[in-house]
């Protein structure tokens, strides 16, 4: 296969994007050769350890996901080879490559593009087996189908990574021992995993849509990925009014990227956003799925309720438009059904904006002391701006610079700097 040569800089660039585009559609395809998550992923590793060796010198090939693909493959038939115990697996896998020829071509994908679109919710599955803790479950999808680190699963959750960590590790395990099939369960069983599959998509576009870490304050790609996930898994469970309440939010929230940053990626809040650039393709999408959640009965449940407030939002042309009674009363309830530190500070922000930022300010200083929120940006970034709004602005300016300090994401730790900085002028 012919190669681009690039640059050392453009090299490594290349390698990163094409490792974070292509790592869950490499498990995914290596854990339905080898039918385990485990092994699965250390040789992804692997491929990416030789595209690092050998990149950098021959160049990116144009086919890169074909490349780490098979570089894997191989790895695996070598580790069978020396575990006869995997006889059989080695012979099968040894069938597949000899049918396919030995030398990767730009066709590979294309030929496999339908079961890798396949394998990353038989994924998805597999690792949101009954025989794992919840948590567990989430944690292991979400590190290997997601892309996402340690810390920013435990970002999500409000846990320490040390925890999350050992969850990772624990549920390799138990998947390796319990020899859990890789496929998407019988229509009977998947109730018992439905949940933990809905919470993993939820969490990866959310990290697409406000990453963690970085230079970037969003990942697109993963929001795309998650609303995929979301409408295929909607085919698969027609009949489930939380997967549309699911697909119904991630629609609605993802109509609104192309207005969440400036031209230089800066992050533009929800109130400032230019809402002609909303995707109204998307935002109608939603509503038609928030539609069939409510029409099978799940109008309380989590994800119809998030998706309820994000109609709020979508339907009003102007940000002095919106219903903030409404999204109060949703708030209410969700907070019954799901209850989170959370879910108790934006119901706070929306008090704030329905009845005054006195009324907010209120309640946000009762969350303050929530182990959770501790070092939870948004709450200093919040209550900043309720000050602001109250003409406290050195109050104000001291809060967002502790958001700042607490930020973690480049792009949310300078808009904090900025906004503290507003603030000490006026």
Known sequence: MRSVVVTDARTQAAIETVIRMESARLIAGLARYTGDIGLA?????DAVVAALEQWPDEGVPRNAGAWLMTVAKRRAIDQFRRNRELEKRYAQIGRV????????TPDFDKAFADEIDDDLLRLIFTACHPVLSVQARVALTLRMLGGLTTAEIARAYLLPEATIAQRIVRAKKILAQAHIPFEVP???QRPARLSSVLEVIYLIFNEGYSATAGDDWMRPALCAEAVRLARVLAQLAPTEPEVH????????????????????????LLLDQDRRRWDR?????????LKKAQELGGERGPYA????????????????????ARIVTLYNILAKVMPSPVV?????????????????????DQLAAEPA????????????????RLGRTAEARAEFQRAAGLATNERERRLSAERAEAAGSE
């Open 41 to 45: 992923e250390d040789l992804a590793q």
């Open 97 to 104: 490559l000899e049918a396919e020829g030995d030398t990767v």
């Open 186 to 188: 019988a229509s009977d």
């Open 245 to 268: 309440g699911l697909v119904a939010l991630l629609e609605i929230q993802a109509s609104r990227i192309a207005a969440r940053t400036g031209p230089c990626g800066d992050p533009v």
């Open 281 to 289: 393709l998307l935002i109608n999408r939603g509503l038609a799925a």
């Open 305 to 324: 309720l998030q998706a309820a407030i994000a109609a709020c939002h979508a339907r009003a042309f102007r940000s002095e438009d919106t219903d903030w």
């Open 344 to 364: 108790e500070l934006n119901r706070a922000v929306a008090i704030s904006m329905a009845y005054g930022p006195q009324a907010g300010l209120d309640l946000i």
């Open 373 to 388: 929120l501790r070092n939870y940006h948004l709450l200093p970034s919040a209550r900043g701006h309720l000050l602001e």
